[in-house]
């Protein structure tokens, strides 16, 4: 099993430009997320997923879209990229929608808006 | 607003001592208590967790304390070594409108000087 895998590992991009941050996970699990690790900040939701067709905004959703038109992927388009982007991205999931249940993350994206 | 409080931002601790780590929370609501480990580059991925039925639980050198009178749970990591330098999230997890909710402490960086 790879897990949560994601692309691209790091990119640069220009304001106003857009994007696709993609991610798969292997694991037929339910729920995906995309958080954003800012330093002193954590790691903060950005959408999330319980299942195919269905998606919902986290706490900072404000210039990105996702979809989740399969199990599998759960893609991260950032609109008209905004220095204020600049982060390391994760995206995330777990088996079921359940408080208990383990978070796994891919090993993230390095986004730097110039 | 921040619902979850970690501290200290970073923590320097000798090879063989005891590092320390303190969570605070607000919403009696959570019912799920993780705590997060993350390698330079890599995702964070889970190292031990707690429900609030429980005052402490133990995995190797891994301890979380839990006070929940207080609302603060505490990571103990008893003879850190050099490979246990890594940033630690504390989280705290509910069931929420739709599913749950997760959110994650600021982070602590730990450097363990060998």
């Known amino acids: 099993n790879a897990g949560v895998t994601q692309t691209p590992k790091f990119q640069v991009l220009k304001t106003g430009q857009s994007m696709t941050l993609q991610c798969a996970q292997d694991m037929n699990h339910e729920y995906m997320s995309w958080y954003r690790q800012d330093p002193g900040m954590g790691l903060r939701l950005i959408h999330y997923s319980v299942g195919a067709g269905i998606t919902d905004q986290g706490e900072v959703p404000n210039g990105y879209n996702v979809s989740r038109s399969t199990t599998e992927d759960f893609p991260l388009r950032l609109l008209s990229a905004a220095p204020s982007q600049t982060s390391v991205y994760f995206c995330a999931s777990s088996l079921r929608w359940s408080s208990g249940n383990t978070i796994y993350f891919g090993e993230g994206s390095w986004l730097t808006v110039v | 607003q921040q619902q979850v409080k970690q501290s200290p931002q970073s923590l320097i601790v000798q090879k063989g001592g005891i590092s320390i780590i303190n969570c605070a929370y607000e919403n009696t609501a959570f019912d799920y208590f993780p705590w997060y480990q993350q390698f330079p580059g890599k995702g964070p991925a889970l190292l031990i967790a707690?429900?609030?039925?429980?005052s402490e639980k133990k995995e190797g050198r891994f301890t979380i304390s839990f006070n929940k009178s207080a609302k603060q749970f505490s990571l103990h990591i008893m003879d850190s070594q050099p490979g246990d330098s890594a940033t630690y999230f504390c989280a705290a997890s509910k069931r929420d409108t739709g599913g749950f909710k997760t959110i994650f402490g600021a982070g602590t960086r730990l450097f363990v000087k060998a």
């Open positions: 707690i429900r609030p039925d429980v």
